[in-house]
């Protein structure tokens, strides 16, 4: 167990071992995630209010440090950023071009404050960038000895749904460690490791053992997460759910009322669609190619020589939720959708990915398709 000043050292020694510490802090009206020089940046005694199109951090009663849900930013902004250079070329006289591969950024990272659900979202990035045959060089070498301070959840967001999609509020795995912030009483953290550098850390941390109602008030406190959800996804079947009505009129219905601003993909943390960019300069001797996050709400983005193979918005929002729900398990094994509820808070008009599957749901007998 750990006072909040507790969490200072933690900081100091993860800074003293050459890490990037990044974690929560309140910028602009909104709890962000950026570099942490100390613990007393991060947003004590503020919480989040969210709701489908809605998003307000206010005043606590109480000094927490952890006593919100998610904010606008996801960790994938820092092992997947959203631009990239990844070469470039210069013309120096000669008759070809010399290329040469941009750098990699091998600053070794620690996050703190990472919730379950986001701990799933970088296992599922994971899967997509290093999992397979085609290793993403860029984020494994960001990715590569990731420091990461879990944090169980107590104040789930009013759009908050992982406790339906298996995904918390309680940090199961792929942490170093692991807080438990407790306010009854005296206010102090239960300290976790899920790693051999963890259990190192926590030597440092000047704590004391924890007693059997420290480790009682830590599970009540995560039980009581789970029953707080603001909202909740009937996973039965959804792929063959989804596949089996990709005509029915709802997509049109969603489609009325969407944007298509991809405000949805920027802010999930699994969305991992990206466009490359080519510039030149005015002389023409230096080029540059840079990967920036692209979209699939984007018509350009499923541009095919002659045109999009997605033309209308209901085409668009259907690919991207047939994929974030259904066809992610026949690629990777898992849903695409760990729960946060980003999508539906920063969605302009509110749409909500669970209200969208239980329309389907509701009636989809009525227009069920050959999957
Ligand atoms: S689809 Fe929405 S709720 Fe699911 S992980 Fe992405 S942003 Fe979060
Ligand atoms: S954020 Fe909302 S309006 Fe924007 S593309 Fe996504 S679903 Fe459509």
């Known amino acids: 167990m750990i006072a909040p000043e507790g969490l200072d050292r933690l900081v100091g020694a993860l800074r003293t071992r050459g890490f990037r510490v990044l974690g929560p802090t309140v910028r602009d009206g909104a709890i962000v995630y950026d570099d942490l020089d100390s613990a007393t940046e991060l947003p004590i005694g503020w919480t989040d209010k969210q ?20 904010g606008p930013h996801s960790w994938k902004k820092f092992l997947f950023p959203p631009a990239v250079r990844l070469w470039r070329a210069s ?37 997509v960038f290093i999992g397979g045959k085609h290793v993403d060089r860029d984020y494994a070498a960001r990715r590569d000895g990731l420091f990461i301070v879990a944090v169980n959840c107590f104040e789930p967001g009013g759009t908050c749904f992982c406790a339906s999609m298996g995904t918390g509020p309680k940090a199961d795995a792929g942490y170093d460690l692991a807080l438990t912030e407790l306010l009854e009483g005296e206010h102090r953290f239960l300290v976790e490791a899920g790693s051999d550098r963890g259990l190192e850390l926590l030597a440092e941390l000047d704590g004391r053992d924890a007693v059997h109602a420290d480790l009682q008030a830590a599970a009540a406190s995560v039980d009581a997460a789970a029953q707080k959800m603001g909202r909740a996804m009937d996973t039965h079947d959804i792929r063959d759910l989804l596949m089996s009505n990709l005509e029915h009129p709802r ?14 993909t920027m802010v999930c943390p699994t969305c991992f669609c990206t466009a490359v960019e080519d510039e030149t300069d005015l002389s023409g001797k230096e080029a540059t190619r840079t990967r920036v996050w692209d979209s699939c709400f984007s018509v350009d983005y499923s ?35 760990v729960g946060c509820g980003r ?13 969208e599957i239980g329309a389907i749901r509701a009636t989809e007998g009525d227009h069920a398709t050959a999957a």
């Open 343 to 355: 999508c539906i808070t920063w969605c302009p008009v509110g749409i909500d990915i669970t209200e």
């Open 303 to 337: 541009y095919i020589h002659g045109g999009s193979v997605r033309p209308s918005g209901r085409s668009r929002y259907r690919q991207w939720m047939t994929h974030k729900l259904g066809t992610w398990f026949d690629q990777f094994g898992t849903s695409g959708c």
């Open 251 to 264: 997509w049109e219905e969603v489609a009325s009322r969407c944007l298509s601003c991809s405000n949805c």
């Open 51 to 70: 709701e489908a199109g809605t998003y307000r951090v206010e005043r606590r009663a109480d000094e927490a440090r952890f006593g919100y849900a998610v």
């Open 91 to 127: 013309l120096n006289g000669g008759p070809a071009p010399t290329i040469v591969e941009e750098p990699l950024d091998e600053t070794p990272l620690a996050f703190i404050g990472v919730r379950s659900c986001e701990l799933h979202a970088i296992a599922t990035q994971d899967r």
